[in-house]
């Protein structure tokens, strides 16, 4: 007796199935050489960062991004942010009006290094290194709550998706540890840079001081000279 032409359900039901796990492999696969987690989290987080800019003018209080990076990609924890503000407006000796000066007239700051260099005589501490040891005054002057608004919670970036941080005061990129972006009451914030990560696949988000302009960008970008 010969067997019937075609397929049985049970047979139909494997090859289904067969079928959904690997559209589901290349789906994963795509989105891997793509880096679109990476994309829409970079996406996101540009989003909160402008949010903060102006949640920080409008309410007169001392805001910042607190960025949480796992110690390596085998930690097992993913990279996550959050929103805290200040009880009231603690401010920055470098503010707003000292940042426009400092743009406006680097020509003449360039000379007068290389004046003091010339003449053997000492610097003394970088405009780095005080901005440093004003955001450990105020960390410690500062009590900060965190925030409960739904724009501005807790958030964490998807497993395969890593964070960079690079602020002003910072000579490297930190990828690991906490990292802390600052939002003025003024108007002002730092001059950051900060790097989402899928693979070989990075956008890096800009943030202007003065405005508190925002661009994503699909490239890995330079650090800045200070």
């Known amino acids: 007796m010969k ?6 359900l049970i047979e139909v039901t494997i090859a289904l199935a067969i079928a959904a796990v690997l559209f589901a492999a290349a789906v994963m696969g ?4 793509t880096g679109t987690k990476a994309k829409a989290a970079a996406g996101e987080l540009g ?3 402008r949010a903060m800019y102006d949640t920080a003018a409008l309410s007169g209080k001392t805001c910042r991004l607190v960025f949480e990076m796992p110690a390596g990609k085998d930690d097992g924890q993913p990279a996550k942010y959050w929103a805290e503000c200040a009880s009231g407006n603690i401010t920055s000796r470098k503010d707003r009006d000292a940042e426009l000066r400092e743009l406006s007239r680097p020509d003449e700051r360039d000379e007068r290094k290389s ?19 004003e955001k450990d005054r105020v960390d410690q002057v500062a009590r900060f ?16 998706v890593s ?13 690991s540890g906490t990292a802390f972006l600052y ?12 790097y989402v990560r899928q693979g070989s696949n990075v956008w890096t988000i800009t943030v202007q001081p003065l405005t508190g302009k925002v661009a994503v960008v699909a490239d890995e970008l330079e650090v800045p000279r200070s």
């Open 163 to 175: 964070l960079g941080v690079w602020t002003k005061h910072q000579r490297r990129v930190a990828e």
């Open 183 to 194: 939002f003025f009451p003024q108007g002002f914030t730092e001059k950051a840079q900060i």
């Open 3 to 8: 067997r019937p032409l075609g397929l049985t």
């Open 30 to 33: 795509v989105g891997a050489l």
């Open 145 to 160: 709550a965190q925030f409960t608004s739904p724009e501005i919670e807790q958030r964490e970036l998807p497993p395969a």
């Open 47 to 49: 989003g909160v960062i």
């Open 115 to 133: 004046e003091r260099r010339e003449r053997g005589i000492g610097e003394g501490p970088s405009l780095q290194e005080l901005l440093a040891a």
